[in-house]
């Protein structure tokens, strides 16, 4: 089982930027890939971002170019940078972790709320 904590969400200006952190714990070596999620009111959850142990990221379209994953293995932490935010980027963002098998390993926590407004 991983445990997982975000942080780092807020109110931000639309052009701002925020930088969101996710802390892992538990059974750090089942986990081959850390991602970030949002979910919008009346929307689904979507991925917003993924990185790998092997470093490999993706990214949704409608973040590219503005959204950076990364990651520090020594604190098992995961980032996620957000540049020239949205008000469609005003979501609710979690963090979770995916195996092997590409099941979730962690449960879903409150996340951090992002809003994007003027």
């Known amino acids: 089982q991983v445990q997982v904590v975000e942080s780092g969400g807020g109110l931000v200006q639309p052009g701002g930027s925020l930088r969101l952190s996710c802390v892992a714990s538990?059974?750090?070596?089942?986990?081959?890939?850390m991602g970030w999620y949002r979910q919008a009111p009346g929307k689904q959850r979507e991925l917003v971002a993924a990185i790998a142990t092997d470093s490999s990221t993706n990214y949704a379209d409608s973040v590219k170019g503005r959204f950076t994953i990364s990651r520090d293995s020594a604190k098992n932490t995961v980032y996620l940078q957000m540049n020239s935010l949205k008000p469609e980027d005003t979501a609710v963002y979690y963090c979770n972790a995916r195996g092997v098998s590409g099941r979730f390993l962690a449960s879903w926590g409150q996340g951090t709320q992002v809003t994007v407004s003027s």
């Open positions: 538990g059974s750090i070596i089942s986990i081959n890939a």
